[in-house]
């Protein structure tokens, strides 16, 4: 309970107002969240006045962070091409003082190359004999010799795309007794599925190291050595949502014609085609049978299709008492839009006898129809069509690790122990509902209304009274917030583009504690931690990074999921002489 003295927020008395209705009270009057562009430059403070960091020795160093640096899948690869010519720069021609002129193939003609490297995107990378050049090839492990066809020049950077062909010599990463997909080395949905899944692992966190060390621009000390990769409980069959998709329906065709069945899946490598997929080994059991109706019922009905589409396979999953009479309330939540279960005489079913409950799944692909998701003993529902977790069997571990992190040992001891969480850019609640039995109150925020509904609805479903939700202004998120910052740990979990301009400068103006900062794109997660650990002097506040780890939430893929830590301290002062 707060109470509201002038126009601040402070923690004085006690009046009937619960944290989410003072934070509505002052949020109401804002303007809409406006999510900023993925090249969104750092903060003013970076801007116009570069900070030092410190190094640990009570001085410090200029930032080489570059504020407009983006960091989207072409930049990270040229990143990686990049640095792999410095590393392999030749020595000048001895007969004329230069560098020989690089010879490049011209397009479709095939050669041999020998991957020297793997990119964070996890395609291999190959220097042409001269070692300027650099070769882009999917599909590849280091040390193997593949013959590949160019595709794509990209000459001013000194490098080309091209297409996998076959191998004519493994590396010893290689091992093709692995590959479980048909489709494997045409689909552009997997990278790695010929690595061992401990290479798997090693090769995403050197992505992560990779990341802080091109994308941060801080100094090797100030980044802790980069933690081994969380493995997924599952490496095939994880996948609770598939979007495959097709590019022309049959209505345009006259009833004479012939309306053929477009390819329905995913798109080739390096090519803007549909590949027809008939089964993904990356989804679950129940997906992969939605797969397999929804293809079917396309191929029937094409005709109804004026124009393309993108379907859904979602899972949801019911928990039924095995004796209803005893039935708990986290078996069987029975709130508003939650039913206590799901019809089992309709559609497709896969069932799974559990201790206390039979386990039911179902294949979901109505966009706007309800699904239900159970981490451990919490259960969420979404639209089935909005953003939730894909990897199920990975989230017990993964909202654990950050449970038993969220609070700094020796907590209890302090005079001004942690004990609210305010996690930004909450979605359906997945941290605020998972932490919140650690704090006193839990507030999540989010900018989409829908998320704030299944939000609410999953605290009331997981009976929790101390945690809310509210739609907020991202330019004011931090000015409304009615916790004291001294006691209050800050969760991110931005989209791919990371954080704005303005969450980091309030964020710093905040000041709060602890932030744990979670991110599907570790490059952009790098660039908004360097701006955190050079904070803003005149604040006083910059933050240490406690811990980094990478979480393999999509194995086969070149994909990787990261968590920083960071704790608030405040710049040295100067030595006196």
Request: contains cysteine.
């Amino acid at each position: 309970m707060f109470a509201i003295r002038s126009s601040a927020w402070r923690l004085t008395s006690y009046v009937a107002l619960s944290p989410v209705q003072a934070f509505q009270l002052r949020s109401a009057s804002r303007k809409s969240f406006q999510r900023h562009s993925a090249n969104a430059p750092f903060p003013a403070i970076m801007q116009n006045n570069p900070k030092k960091q410190f190094d640990g020795k009570k001085k410090f160093k200029k930032a080489k962070v570059d504020k407009n640096k983006s960091s989207g899948h072409d930049e990270v690869l040229l990143c990686d091409i990049n640095n792999l010519l410095k590393r392999n720069e030749p020595e000048q021609d001895e007969t004329n003082g230069e560098n020989a002129p690089v010879a490049v193939p011209e397009k479709f003609t095939e050669i041999d190359v020998k991957i020297a490297e793997l990119s964070s995107t996890g395609d291999g990378l190959a220097l042409s004999e001269n070692k300027k050049y650099v070769y882009v090839v999917p599909f590849t492990v280091p040390g193997d010799t593949v013959r590949v066809k160019v595709v794509k020049h990209f000459e001013p950077l000194s490098y080309s795309l091209t297409d996998f062909v076959k191998v004519i010599e493994p590396g010893p990463q290689r091992n093709d007794s692995l590959i479980n997909c048909k489709y494997f080395g045409e689909c552009s949905g997997c990278q790695l599925q010929m690595m061992s899944y401990d290479d798997q692992l090693a090769h995403k966190r050197r992505i992560v190291e990779k990341a802080y060390a091109n994308f941060s621009g801080l100094i090797p000390e100030l980044v802790p050595t980069i933690g081994e990769t969380f493995a997924s409980p599952m490496q095939f069959g994880y996948r609770t949502k598939l979007t495959p998709h097709f590019a022309h329906g049959g209505a345009n065709k006259k009833a004479d014609e012939e309306a053929p069945v477009p390819p329905i899946g995913f798109t080739y490598k390096n090519r803007r085609l549909d590949m027809d997929i008939e089964d993904c080994p990356l989804g679950t059991d129940i997906v992969r049978r939605g797969l397999t109706t929804e293809r079917k019922r396309v191929a029937e009905n094409i005709r109804s299709y004026k124009r393309g589409a993108t379907l859904l396979m979602r899972e949801t999953t019911a928990r039924v008492p095995k004796e209803p009479s005893a039935a708990t309330d986290s078996e069987t939540p029975n709130v508003e839009g939650i039913p206590a279960s799901v019809n089992a005489d309709t559609g497709d079913v896969i069932r799974t006898e559990r201790e206390n409950y039979i386990e039911e799944k179902r294949c979901i692909t109505d966009n706007n129809a309800t699904s239900f998701e159970y981490i451990d003993d919490y259960v969420f529902s979404n639209k089935a069509g909005a953003f939730f977790q894909n990897n199920n069997s990975i989230l017990s571990g993964f909202t654990e690790y950050i449970r038993s992190r969220a609070i700094p040992p020796g907590n209890d001891q302090d005079a001004k122990p942690i004990k609210y969480l305010l996690d930004a850019y909450s979605g359906s609640g997945l941290f605020t509902i998972t932490l919140s039995p650690l704090f006193k109150s839990s507030l999540g925020v989010d900018i989409g209304g829908d998320s704030i509904i299944s939000a609410r609805e999953n605290a009331r479903a997981n009976k929790l009274p101390n945690t809310g939700f509210a739609a907020a202004d991202a330019a004011t998120l931090f000015k409304d917030v009615p916790y004291p910052p001294d006691q209050t740990l800050l969760v991110i979990d931005p989209p791919r583009k990371g954080c704005s301009e303005d969450f980091l400068r309030q964020m710093l103006e905040f000041k709060p504690r602890r932030v744990v900062y979670v991110s599907c794109n570790v490059h952009t997660q790098a660039r908004d931690v360097a701006v955190m650990v050079q904070g803003d002097e005149k604040q006083n506040v910059r933050y240490e990074i406690e811990s980094i780890r990478g979480f393999d939430f999509f194995p086969q893929t070149g994909h990787v999921e990261g968590v920083a830590i960071l704790n608030r301290t405040a710049f040295p002062q100067a030595e006196t002489v």
